[in-house]
């Protein structure tokens, strides 16, 4: 019989985990604020439940994990579960490959925390806790750059002395590939992969990815996920000399400017009011702030697809996905209003009634050239596959 492994998805709004039995997911567990409190929804068979629990912060939901998959007849103990893939997010070629999680790997990867501070902080407590709770299970890191390695050399190498940039491991290693593998995968699958893809991975966290027959040859974050679009709380692309001023300005200090940039600017820092694009979306006919923050968010969307069409040449296929990019018809609608010239548009009934589809989902007339779909991202899939397959040394 296939073992088991458990896969773990450390968010900075939540803790996403899913076992699989081989390519089969015996259930799925999502750990969010409620309020004040942390509740966990279990997906089994297609049906989900709301499951309280006593935890007081997100960070720790490992600790309860082999509790209700016991509690609902899932498993009969942690000890089944001999391997857990863990998503790692971390700036280097060294972190571009899966990896065992062991004390070798983990110190590399507290190295790299003031880059990349709200992912590696989140990881790394997360292993501790995986450690801890299921202490018979293999911890092998899921890289979320890996699939980005296919980038080119002018596309993933930024302007700066070539010496420098190689001592430094600095080159743009993009991020999200986890998610636009999956996408990959689900167009294979169902005879959708075009030759000229791009994929439009809109969330917490956004970027737009251009794909030569599913092979990624470039994409809009860099050496950290803070390069790219304006996001829920980033800042996306700014350049240096304006970062260096408001360091200065406001005395920010060690990581501050980095917090600032990540954690207080993008949609929550322009609007002044929130970070949740369906909150501005209410707001934005009273509220000029909200108003152009959102306007700002399509407009950049926009530009990076223009950008990635003519990397590729043009464009066949156009992919959202993500929280926003799956049940956000408002955004799609506005993000395509200006690419007709691309051979893009969106049929507005199938737009509108696209909410979170369960499966790929085209919402473009069928006699336009190129194809728009909507495709339920699947990290976790790939995540499982990955991690069985890892060998370990």
Request: some cysteine; overall charge positive; proline content about 4%.
């Amino acid at each position: 019989m296939e073992k088991l492994i458990l896969v773990s998805n450390p968010g900075s709004a939540s803790r996403k985990y899913a076992l699989y039995r081989g390519k089969t997911c015996l259930a799925k567990l999502h750990f969010e604020h409620e309020s004040e409190a942390v509740i966990c929804t279990l997906e089994t068979g297609g049906k989900k439940e709301r499951v309280d629990t006593n935890l007081s912060h997100l960070s720790f939901a490992a600790s309860q994990l082999a509790d209700v998959l016991v509690d609902h007849k899932i498993i009969t103990g942690a000890k089944p579960i001999k391997r857990v893939a863990l998503r790692v997010v971390a700036p280097s070629v060294y972190f571009q490959k899966d990896r065992q999680l062991n004390k070798l790997t983990l110190a590399k990867l507290a190295e790299l925390e003031p880059v990349v501070p709200l992912h590696i902080n989140a990881t790394l407590q997360e292993a501790s806790l995986l450690a801890k709770y299921f202490p018979q299970a293999q911890l092998v890191g899921i890289s979320d750059s890996a699939f980005h390695a296919t980038m080119p050399e002018l596309a993933s190498r930024y302007g700066l002395p070539k010496n420098d940039a190689d001592r430094l491991g600095l080159k743009r290693f993009g991020y999200q590939g986890l998610s636009v593998e999956s996408v990959v995968k689900t167009l294979r699958a169902t005879k959708k992969l075009a030759a000229r893809t791009i994929v439009c991975h809109l969330g917490s966290g956004s970027s737009v990815t251009a794909l030569a027959s599913g092979r990624s040859i470039d994409t809009t974050m860099g050496y950290s996920p803070l390069e790219g679009l304006m996001m829920s709380t980033r800042s996306g692309n700014l350049d240096i000399a304006a970062a260096l001023a408001l360091q200065e300005e406001l005395g920010l200090k060690g990581d501050s400017l980095l917090e600032y940039l990540n954690e207080k600017s993008g949609l929550l820092g322009v609007s002044g009011k929130s970070s949740d694009i369906r909150e501005l979306l209410k707001l934005e006919s009273d509220e000029p702030a909200a108003k152009l923050a959102l306007d700002m968010y399509v407009y950049r969307v926009q530009a990076c697809i223009g950008q990635m069409a003519a990397v590729l040449g043009g464009i066949d296929a156009l992919v959202f996905t993500g929280t926003v990019g799956e049940r956000s018809s408002p955004i799609r609608q506005r993000i395509v209003h200006k690419l007709m010239f691309l051979g893009l548009a969106i049929d507005p009934a199938k737009n509108h009634v696209s909410v979170e589809p369960g499966e790929l989902t085209q919402i473009s007339p069928p006699h336009f050239p190129a194809k728009i779909f909507i495709v339920p991202a699947n990290e976790d899939s790939v995540m499982a596959v990955r991690g069985q397959a890892y060998k370990l040394k």
